[in-house]
């Protein structure tokens, strides 16, 4: 145990007295190690620090938690600090608290590194390339591609294919409609942190649903959404049918298949098509090399 000792002068040898400072009680007395513990597992005396405990008073920099429809808190004063124009933060009148979704008394925080510094340290424009198009059009091809061209050109990017996201992020979703549009709601949301970290998030899913694909342009600035459609007729798909899909769904094994029994959307107003025909389709190479250009004039590669 430790003992409290009259006040004596620092020598720094063994068995002197360790004080324990505090601006804020210059007048409490220094703690005291007792003679005859130095060795046998026990510290030295003199190379002990001790760190005076004290009580903290936690203040909830969000203000109190209140129930759903309450006026929102000001956020309370720490430990003997004064409001700063109603709160404990200087500059901040009242820290608001919000519902989202299922989601309540909820604050965003700002932090000092944004998007234009990091996009800076990495000298690329973060964006979202969204690759739309029937199953086996060739969406995940094209995105390894341009992701591996742009790799090859010192640029950071990330592929966010349908597949391996079901693997992981959204394996709890069928392909119900209402799951299917959740599903593009988070890969959109995905996205979005991608972008807003200053990388090239590449996208590829079949996406069938326009107003799907477009709450995803949504979520980012228009510019920074990219919508690529693989056009390609579903006899040139249905003739690759990489994964044997087609064969199931005609042979009536999988419901609600996009393309068979489920419809496909095509966009609108996206800025790249990629044409494909019977008996001509374009490399990978040059489906990358048109995504590519487009980045390109559209300032999203710094040079």
């Known amino acids: 145990m430790l003992e409290r000792a009259p006040p004596r002068p620092s020598s720094g040898a063994a068995g002197d007295a360790v004080r324990c400072r505090h601006d804020d009680a210059p007048s409490r007395r220094p703690w005291a190690v007792p003679a005859g513990r130095a060795r046998g597992g026990q510290r030295r005396a003199g190379a002990v620090k001790l760190v005076a405990a004290r009580t903290a008073v936690v203040a909830a920099a969000a203000g109190e938690r209140r129930s759903a429809g309450a006026e929102p808190v000001a956020a309370a004063p720490a430990d003997g600090a004064k409001l700063a124009n109603g709160s404990a933060v200087a500059g901040i009148s009242k820290l608001v608290t919000s519902n989202v979704g299922k989601s309540t008394n909820i604050l965003w925080h700002d932090c000092p590194i944004g998007q234009t510094e990091r996009q800076k340290l990495i000298n690329q424009k973060g964006c979202v390339v969204w690759i739309t198009g029937l199953s086996g059009s060739g969406k995940s091809t094209l995105a390894c591609a341009l992701s591996r061209e742009l790799h090859s050109r010192g640029h950071l990017t990330y592929v966010l ?93 999988i419901k609600g298949f996009t393309g068979v029994d489920d419809p496909y959307e095509p966009p609108s107003d996206c800025e790249i098509v990629i044409q494909c025909k019977i008996g001509d389709c374009p490399s990978p190479q040059s489906m990358a090399d048109q995504v590519v250009s487009y980045l390109e004039a559209n300032g999203f590669l710094h040079d």
Do not use: Q, T
Request: with cysteine; hydrophobic share 40%; glycine share 8%.
């Open 161 to 253: 294919d349908g597949d391996n996201l079901r693997h992981g992020l959204n394996r709890d979703l069928s392909f119900k409609a209402e799951d299917r549009a959740e599903n593009i709601r988070r890969v959109g949301e995905v996205a979005k942190l991608f972008a807003d970290a200053g990388l090239i998030c590449i996208a590829s899913l079949i996406s069938p649903y326009r107003s799907d694909r477009s709450a995803c342009r949504n979520l980012l600035p228009k510019s920074s959404f990219i919508e690529v459609f693989l056009n390609a007729p579903i006899e040139v798909c249905e003739g690759r049918d990489p994964k044997g899909l087609y064969k199931l769904a005609r042979a009536g094994k």
